[in-house]
Nanobody
Framework: QVQLIESGGGLVQAGGSMTLSCVAS????????MAWFRQAPGRDREFVAG????????PYQDSVKGRFTISRDNDLNTVYLQMNSLKPEDSAVYYC????????????WGQGTQVTVFS
């Protein structure tokens, strides 16, 4: 399995922006579908955004469409989540996830990074 390390979380005021990064090591990054998930206290982990290995498909959760942008740099083995117009309800632990494109479920996970949006 690939190892994933997230960074970039912290405190931000509502309406502000933040970028999360996730660096992958292990099997070839360019063969992996990548995604960001999040989990708020008392809630289930939920999908936020994904990017296929080619970068051609980038699905988003409806609540973040138009505000968040996922991207990847296969030369740097890194996936990013640019978050704009942040809301308090975006506060959560954000997790990076990876899977081979032939696999249905994400099987590699990072340790998570806390994002807190205050009003």
């Amino acid at each position: 399995q690939v190892q994933l390390i997230e960074s970039g979380g912290g405190l931000v005021q509502a309406g502000g922006s933040m970028t999360l990064s996730c660096v992958a090591s292990g099997p070839s990054f360019s063969t992996l579908d990548m995604a960001w998930f999040r989990q708020a206290p008392g809630r289930d982990r939920e999908f936020v955004a994904g990017v296929t290995r080619s970068g051609e498909e980038t699905p988003y959760q409806d609540s973040v469409k138009g505000r968040f942008t996922i991207s990847r740099d296969n030369d740097l083995n890194t996936v990013y989540l640019q978050m704009n117009s942040l809301k308090p309800e975006d506060s959560a632990v954000y997790y990076c996830a990876a899977k081979p494109d032939r696999i249905l479920n994400f099987e590699s996970w990072g340790q998570g990074t806390q994002v807190t949006v205050f009003s």
